[in-house]
């Protein structure tokens, strides 16, 4: 009977081993599972991240794309607005260019000329014209040069007594100034925008022969003049002794430059020297 008992605790305790160690399996295998779905979990975690931080980057991507299609086509279109502008504005121009040329110069005349004095001295005789209505004259230095009594004559043959603000005798410029006020004056414009074959007017006093018109034609810019300035508009427009310091008129009624000299007697080779010199040289002494 012992022996039988004896034998049963043995079987009860190789059961308890084997109950044990299937425990201990479950436990390792718990844990081993556990670890493996905390892996999975965090791969899901990381796969995610990844993810959403590549759909952030494509989507910031596109609205880079679209805003840099956007900025083209704005730019794109602001050209072609201005291209057109450009364009009608070019054929504004030409068509101004070709009334011009297809009419005479006796609107532009009748303006310009109310802006333009006969220049007396105790020395000499020239003309100017009016820059500012407040009676700042223009003209050349050499015909007010060494002058003691000063008149400038107006359109409508009154005399007025001028004084000299400013004069230049590299630029051969003088600026006057009479007491009393201008009706009219004279706009300067932009001699680098003038082309040769220009048509253009000199208003002048050559031989005391007040108010004189001749026509002619731009044929050269940036000539060389005896002062060693490369400023100077050459037009076969007719200029005597008196126009000195006249204005050069371009179609629109503007002085492109002062009528200054010609070579020797020969007629057709007249040079003024360019308006943008002349603006340079008058602006610091004209009232702001």
């Known amino acids: 009977m012992q022996r039988h008992l004896k034998h049963l605790r043995k079987h009860k305790n ?3 081993g084997v109950v044990s160690v299937l425990f201990l399996v479950q436990i390792i295998a718990f844990i081993t599972l556990s670890s493996q779905l905390s892996q999975l979990h965090t791969a899901q975690l990381v796969a995610a991240s990844e993810s959403q931080r590549a759909l952030d980057d494509a989507q910031e991507a596109n609205q880079y794309q679209i805003q840099e299609i956007a900025r083209v086509m704005t730019a794109q279109r602001t050209d072609l607005q201005q291209a057109i502008a450009d364009q009608r504005n070019d054929i504004e121009g030409q068509l101004t260019m070709l009334r011009a040329s297809n009419s005479d110069f006796s609107e532009v005349v009748s303006g310009a000329i109310k802006g333009v004095v006969s ?7 020239g003309t100017g ?15 007010i040069a060494d002058a003691r009594q000063i008149s400038a004559i107006d359109y409508n043959g009154q005399t007025h007594t001028a004084s000299v603000v400013a004069s230049d005798s590299t630029k051969d410029l003088a600026l006057l100034k009479v007491e ?15 082309a ?3 048509k253009v ?25 005896p002062n060693g300035l490369a400023a100077y508009i050459q037009t076969d427009v007719t200029l005597n002794r008196g126009n000195s310091g006249g204005p050069l008129i371009n179609s629109a009624g ?7 000299f010609k070579i020797g007697e020969a007629e057709g080779l007249g040079f003024a020297l360019e308006s943008n010199v ?7 002494h004209l009232p702001n």
């Open 201 to 225: 007017i000199a208003i002048g006093n050559p031989l005391g022969l007040s108010f004189s018109v001749t026509e002619g034609i731009v044929s050269a810019v940036d000539r060389e003049g």
């Open 180 to 194: 009393s006020g201008w009706e009219s004056s004279l706009e300067l414009a932009d001699s680098d925008s003038v």
């Open 119 to 125: 220049i007396n001295t105790d020395k000499s005789a």
């Open 278 to 284: 002349v603006r340079e040289f008058i602006a610091p």
């Open 14 to 16: 190789i059961l308890y």
């Open 254 to 260: 503007q002085v492109i430059g002062v009528n200054n």
């Open 129 to 143: 014209f009016v820059v500012y209505s407040s009676g700042y004259i223009v003209t050349n230095q050499h015909v």
């Open 196 to 198: 040769i074959g220009n």
